[in-house]
């Protein structure tokens, strides 16, 4: 059974920077991809970043691109967030999501496994 779980978030100002961690279980060995997504209040959720689980490859909301990093550990099967230079607008609660199989990288309903997100709050 896939669980997600993430972690690292907090209040920050903006202009601080913020990891994001999500810890992944149960089959991981089956990934094609993960990625971040985030949700803010009275809006969609929208695609951050995501990463191919065994090349690695990774991907970019422009809204974010150059400020954020997403990166992971396979052999402890995390999967990070490093943002920088965060905006209040970067305010959201985050989840991390997983795939089994190959879709279109920023849709949410590729993902088949989510985490329940963590927020994060930046204020200005």
């Known amino acids: 059974q896939v669980q997600l779980v993430e972690s690292g978030g907090g209040l920050v100002q903006a202009g601080d920077s913020l990891r994001l961690s999500c810890a992944a279980s149960?089959?991981?060995?089956?990934?094609?991809?993960m990625a971040w997504f985030r949700q803010a209040p009275g809006k969609e959720r929208e695609f951050v970043a995501a990463i191919s689980w065994r090349y690695g490859n990774t991907y970019y909301a422009d809204s974010v691109k150059g400020r954020v990093t997403i990166s992971k550990d396979s052999a402890k099967n995390f999967v990070y967030l490093q943002m920088s230079s965060l905006k209040p607008e970067d305010t959201a609660v985050y989840y991390c999501?997983?795939?089994?199989?190959?879709?279109?990288?920023?849709?949410?309903?590729?993902?088949?496994?989510w985490g329940q997100g963590t927020q994060v709050t930046v204020s200005s």
């Open positions: 149960g089959g991981t060995f089956s990934f094609y991809r």
């Open positions: 999501a997983a795939s089994k199989n190959v879709g279109t990288y920023g849709v949410d309903s590729a993902y088949g496994y």
